[in-house]
């Protein structure tokens, strides 16, 4: 049994650690809040210097090649420092869907330009409210343009490409939709910006009207490609959370060292400690399902779609769980935009609802499940 | 990243899974994988009989107490070894209840502190099955708070004598030896008037009486001592130093990882798979798609959880302190996936004839035995108190009745 990652492994997670310290502290998320930029230049450059948006990439599209338990590393590392950049939707969405069902050419164009840090990318699914389902895909596709709306799209507004999800045919139905790879600079579309919970992360509409678009994998299997990268993505994204539980976490108990009310610590208070207990145990819960989905995805496993699914489902609770009882144990100034408490309780919001939203992850484990028990 | 065993691992799995194919009692094995929580009953055979009788053919090949020295009738097994064996012996695992308290607390216990004498006099004896250990720890003034224990040991030459009461002993009745824990000094303050003894169970003045649980279930005792006499060789530690023997007999009961922790989970996804409400099939039902992906997501967690620590354990390594969490998290899982099977069943959730019970009563068994297991073996409020203060670093609670002399501080209504 050797359930655990590995020493390099652990290595790299300290060098992101102390480079995010550096690079990316609360001041840092701040700007990016406050301001319009959409992400932190600086940052993503320094990423892409330290080979982090790489990491996954084999080395002859530009990246380190390392692989995806390395990935799963620097997710959580980023997840920690909340780091205000288009990492999931670059990394974790386009450069996987590319490397799933890309072609050689179109590999070769966009998976350089991702490793080296000069092109952001994301993908275009969602329509309005609600969650994954081919039918709410309208986007139409025909003769080699979009046409239609997305939103929201998570960091659509400063990215350079999409991978959009559009319907092929006339129905709803799963073979009816294909993935479309879209340079957004190259004219036909439209991005706007849309405030949102979390400004630290860009939500944006992109309007396509006749924009030229190049298939992405068969245009029959668009919805089978998308799944998969959901469920890549997912994993990912769930290390991202268990970052970000962790850190709030460690917030909430070092206040109530800290603090000093009645006459003593109130961490002194079995109140505030079974509030504290309660975080770590969704962290450790979450960590734990977080291992098993870093083992599904690195390896190919079979379990990966019940895998991701628990992850996912596992690390969204922990993250909201922890940075909702970090205020609590903060008090009132958890709730002053001073301390950095709603920083982490708006970014687990953000990445609660990515992706698809709990409910959802929660119906595809269950029906994965009974799946796998019919077989 | 991996679930493989190393070479060495493998080789002693398969040497252990031989053992159990070609020895284990197999006429036990249906109903042993059916049993449900708390105390199993066999239906053709006495459990501690069928239990002592495979504790000894264990020891008799080498495959009792793993983990203890060969000299003490173990086997002198990595931790690691004493998993994978706890793996390949499944459900037989469960005719070991009677022992588990004497292999994992007595045990290491008289290990430490114990003569050499009595070591190798007792040890062999427990690890066989021929001789059983209880723990007579919780009183009725002192459960949590088990240092506030009232019972008491009084000097008498070269022995003490000894007087009180204890409550909540399992096995007591079938026990051959207890783990005492007594105050030896009330005028000391509470944790520093403490010793620890062992005593033979069918000492004159020793009385054990069963308790009728909120279940109907008798699993537990109440154990009355009368001027009962205990010579000072049976004395563990040094006098004024039980509380400190305590923490090393109930670190060893933390030590224990990967065991057999019931959730409740693959028993509701099972039933909601065939269960159909007046909505159709209960799997298609959002609301119960919800509750089961929590309870599934929270028992994967526990498994992996247990996966982590043994991959420390593999390495040679102390595991980490992640493992505190198990029993916090199933106790209420089991009582909530009990209580949702009931729901679902409507008025007829109530019923337990086993004509009437879905799936043979077994939700309303667990849903009854519930809150025992969210108190038996430190409460809920309790584990949340060691994760916070041992694993989260947080300062211990301010107390009232620290540096006062035991017989001072206050008890009810004074």
Redesign the interface.
């Known amino acids: 049994?050797?359930?655990?990652?590995s020493d390099d492994q652990k290595q790299l997670r300290d060098q992101a650690r102390r480079f995010l310290a550096e690079k990316c502290p609360p001041k840092a998320v701040r700007a990016v809040l406050e301001g319009s930029a959409g992400y932190d230049k600086a940052l993503w450059s320094g990423l892409a210097e330290m080979g982090f948006l790489g990491v996954a990439i084999p080395e002859e599209f530009g990246g380190t090649g390392a692989g995806h338990?390395e990935l799963c590393v620097i997710a959580e590392e980023m997840g920690r420092a909340l780091a205000p950049v288009p990492f999931s939707s670059t990394v974790y969405l386009a450069a996987e869907a590319l490397m799933l069902a890309g072609s050689d050419a179109q590999k070769q164009k966009w998976l350089p330009k991702i490793a080296s840090g000069d092109a952001i990318g994301t993908l275009a699914l969602f329509e309005g409210p609600g969650n994954p389902s081919p039918q709410a895909i309208k986007v139409a596709a025909a003769n080699g343009v979009l046409n239609g709306v997305k939103k929201p799209v998570a960091d659509g507004a400063i990215a350079d490409f999409a991978i959009v999800a559009a319907r092929n045919g006339s129905g709803g139905r799963e073979t009816d939709i294909a993935l479309y790879l879209v340079d957004l600079k190259a004219g036909g579309v439209e991005a706007k910006t849309l405030t949102n919970l979390d400004p630290s992360r860009n939500q944006a509409e992109l309007t396509f009207k006749d924009c030229k678009a190049e298939p992405l994998g068969a245009t029959n299997e668009g919805w089978s490609i998308l799944s998969r990268v959901l469920d890549r993505a997912a994993v990912l994204m769930a290390f991202e959370q268990v970052g970000g539980a962790d850190r709030a976490?460690e917030m909430g108990?070092d206040y109530?060292?800290d603090r000093i009310a009645f006459g003593?610590?109130i961490?002194?208070f079995?109140a505030?400690?079974?509030i504290?207990?309660?975080m770590?145990?969704a962290a450790?819960?979450?960590?734990?399902?977080c291992?098993?989905g870093?083992?599904a995805l690195?390896?190919n496993a079979g379990e990966l779609p019940e895998a991701a699914?628990?992850a996912r489902?596992?690390a969204t609770?922990a993250f909201q769980h922890c940075s909702k009882q970090n205020i609590q144990v903060h008090g009132g100034m958890g709730f002053t935009w001073e301390f950095d408490c709603h920083l982490y309780y708006r970014r687990s919001n953000a990445l609660a609802l990515s992706l698809g939203s709990l409910?959802y992850?929660?119906?595809q484990?269950?029906?994965r499940?009974?799946k796998k028990?019919a077989a | 990243?991996?679930?493989?065993?190393t070479p060495e691992?493998a080789a002693f799995r398969a040497k252990a899974r031989e053992w159990v194919q070609a020895n284990a009692p197999k006429e036990y094995e249906a109903e042993l994988s059916q049993a449900s929580l708390g105390r199993i009953t066999l239906k053709k055979g006495d459990m501690v009989e069928v239990g002592k009788a495979w504790q000894k053919k264990k020891f008799d090949a080498g495959w009792a107490c793993l983990s203890w020295p060969k000299e003490y009738g173990g086997r002198g097994a990595t931790p690691?070894e004493k998993v994978i064996w706890q793996q390949e012996e499944g459900v037989y695992g469960k005719l070991t209840q009677p022992f588990q308290i004497g292999e994992g607390m007595c045990g290491p216990t008289v290990m430490a502190f114990g003569s050499e004498e009595d070591k190798r006099r007792r040890l062999p004896k427990l690890a066989s099955g021929e001789e059983i250990w209880c723990q007579l720890f919780s009183e009725p003034s002192a459960g949590s708070d088990v240092a506030g224990l009232r019972t008491r040991a009084e000097r008498d030459g070269d022995g003490w004598i000894i007087n009180g009461q204890k409550i909540w002993t399992s096995g007591a009745h079938y026990s051959n030896y207890g783990l005492l824990f007594a105050r030896t000094d009330p005028d000391a303050p509470k944790h520093k008037g403490l010793t620890m003894f062992f005593l033979d169970m069918k000492s004159p003045g020793v009385e054990v009486r069963p308790i009728k649980q909120a279940s109907g279930m008798q699993e537990f005792n109440e154990v009355y001592f009368t001027d009962v006499r205990i010579p000072d060789s049976q004395r563990l530690g040094n006098v004024g130093d039980g509380w400190n023997v305590s923490l090393t007999t109930l670190m060893n009961e933390r030590m224990s990882i990967g065991s057999r922790l019931a959730t409740g989970f693959p028993e509701i996804?099972a039933f909601c798979?065939d269960f159909v409400t007046e909505h159709g099939a209960a799997?298609d039902d959002?609301a119960v798609?919800?509750k089961?992906?929590?309870w599934?997501?929270?028992s994967?967690?526990?498994?992996?959880?247990a996966?982590?620590s043994?991959?420390?354990l593999?390495?040679g390594e102390r595991p980490g302190p992640?493992n505190s969490?198990g029993k916090?998290?199933a106790g209420t899982m089991v009582q909530d996936i009990a209580t949702f099977a009931m729901d679902l069943q409507g008025a007829a959730g109530a019923l337990t004839g086993a004509a009437d019970a879905e799936v043979g009563g077994r939700f309303q068994t667990m849903w009854i035995g519930a809150p025992g297991t969210r108190i038996a073996g430190g409460t809920d409020?309790i584990?949340?108190?060691i994760?916070?203060?041992r694993?989260?670093?947080?300062?211990?609670?301010?107390r009232v009745d620290k540096n006062v002399p035991f017989n001072k501080i206050p008890t009810k209504g004074r």
Do not use: C
């Open positions: 049994m050797n359930f655990e990652f338990l976490l108990r109530a060292l003593r610590q961490g002194s079995q505030i400690k079974h504290l207990a309660d770590y145990v450790t819960l979450a960590r734990s399902n291992y098993y870093a083992w690195s390896t699914a628990t489902i596992s609770q409910s992850w929660e119906d484990l269950i029906e499940m009974r028990n | 990243m991996n679930f493989d065993d691992e690691i996804f798979s799997l959002r798609r919800a089961l992906a929590d599934a997501v929270k994967s967690g526990l498994k992996y959880t996966y982590r043994l991959s420390a593999s390495r992640e969490i916090l998290v409020e584990l949340r108190n994760i916070a203060e694993v989260l670093g947080l300062p211990g609670d301010i």
